[in-house]
């Protein structure tokens, strides 16, 4: 069932005045999902089928234990926790403290409890890595790692293979270097099979600058060859339009990425609102501290959920005014340091490169890729397709 088929059903099971307006997108070929509303916890038979179906068997499974499971958490506790969205023991280990203690209402104390006891419960049952761990373990549950192919093979050799699952890859540049463009292809490559370079999944497109373009990714589904109607309906585009918003979206994710097997969290760009909000000197401690409170809860959410997430942030043009490296990203230190892949790119002539920056084992090198009809693409020779730093 897509997206486009659930949302009615669900229109029809909660017809409430607020959602109204939520809705009215829901006629675009791209679907609109409002986030800001309860999901219903059953899934229908034809859905849990088709997950079945195309579930591949190298994820980590994702764990669906309702929260009242967990020692401590009485009806009150729950009600206050659903309503602000958490629903199963996953979502509240996701969730900062902080953010916890506001949703019940309690000290952080209490929060923090409550949190470290959803990450024991998934550490016993095998979802979540114990705190020590030895190192084949983790060399298991890297093995795991599934990619996503960006549409050009210069790219994916430039990122071994494509965009990683449990990882936030930043892609940063000046406006109109591609960023945005990289984040259409990925849309429609996440939703092929394996074998032609996706994961079988569907995808969240956080819009902060309401740059999503459905015709467009109908232009690059058709240029790749895909039928264009279920790229579409694989594709939930929540737009945000504050900060705040942007955070509270990501938040309502976990329902989300159970229901619509969502393999791949695009939020272009990051860091803009919080740019555009907190100006000054002044504000800029508070900035850093939101962003990366929000960049923390991208990594988590790739984590837990075995999902990749993609995140764009512009350089700035006039680098003296705010940060002084022209090829420092807007975010500063904070998306630097909490990103787990850096992709700095730049315009030479018609072409693109991509160059990978701090990574803990990717050569630093660069790759040329093109913007064309098939949305990123490689150079057509492909002599001069790839080369090495000096
Ligand atoms: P900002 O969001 O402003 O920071 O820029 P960005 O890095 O996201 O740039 P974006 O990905 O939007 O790239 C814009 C460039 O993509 C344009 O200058 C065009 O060169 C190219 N582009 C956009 N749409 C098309 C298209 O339909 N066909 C082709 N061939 N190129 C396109
Ligand atoms: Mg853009």
């Known amino acids: 069932m897509s997206f486009l088929e659930l949302n009615v059903q669900r229109r029809k099971s909660q017809p409430s005045g607020s959602l109204k307006a939520a809705f009215k997108n829901l006629n675009n070929p791209a679907t609109m999902v409002p986030f800001l509303f309860k999901v219903p916890r059953e899934k229908d038979e034809q859905s849990k089928e088709a997950e079945s179906n195309t579930s591949p068997k190298v994820s980590p499974p994702v764990s669906d234990i309702e929260i009242d499971e967990l020692e401590g958490i009485g009806p009150a506790t729950k009600e206050k926790l659903n309503n602000a969205g958490i629903l199963t023991v996953t979502d509240l280990a996701v969730k900062s403290p902080s953010e916890v203690a506001e949703a019940i209402g309690s000290d952080l104390a209490r929060a923090v409890e409550l949190c470290g006891k959803a990450r024991i419960k998934l550490v016993e049952l095998h979802y979540l890595d114990d705190d020590f761990v030895p190192a084949s373990e983790i060399y298991k549950k890297r093995k795991a790692i599934e990619r996503i192919s960006t549409g050009s093979k210069n790219l994916d050799d430039l990122l071994a293979g494509g965009i990683e699952s449990q990882a936030v890859t930043e892609f940063y540049g000046e406006f109109g270097s591609g960023k945005t463009q990289i984040c259409h ?158 992709v700095y790119v730049r315009k030479t002539g018609k072409n693109r490169v991509a160059r990978m920056v701090d990574s803990p084992y990717h050569p630093e090198r660069e790759a040329l890729f093109v913007l064309d009809e098939k949305g990123i693409d490689d150079p057509p020779e492909e002599s001069s397709s790839r080369r090495r730093v000096t």
Do not use: W
Not at 333 to 342: F, I, L, P, W
């Open 185 to 342: 292809t990925l849309c429609v490559m996440v939703q092929q099979p394996k074998e032609q370079g996706g994961l079988s999944g569907t995808v969240v497109y956080i819009d902060t600058e309401n740059t999503f373009r459905p015709e467009r990714i109908v232009g690059i589904a058709q240029a790749r060859g895909y039928d264009p109607d279920p790229v579409l309906n694989g594709i939930i585009v929540a737009k945000a339009y504050n900060s705040s918003h942007q955070e509270l979206i990501l938040g309502e994710l976990g329902a989300r990425v159970r229901e619509f097997r969502v393999r791949l969290v695009i939020v272009d760009s990051a860091v803009a609102h919080y740019r555009a909000e907190f100006l000054g000197r002044g504000t800029l401690s508070e900035r850093q501290q939101r962003l990366n409170k929000f960049m923390h809860a991208l990594v988590r959410t790739a984590e837990i959920y075995n999902l990749a997430v993609v995140a764009t942030n512009q350089v700035q043009s006039s680098p003296d005014t705010f940060f002084g490296d022209p090829t420092k990203a807007t975010g500063g230190h904070v998306v630097a340091h909490t990103s787990t892949y850096r």
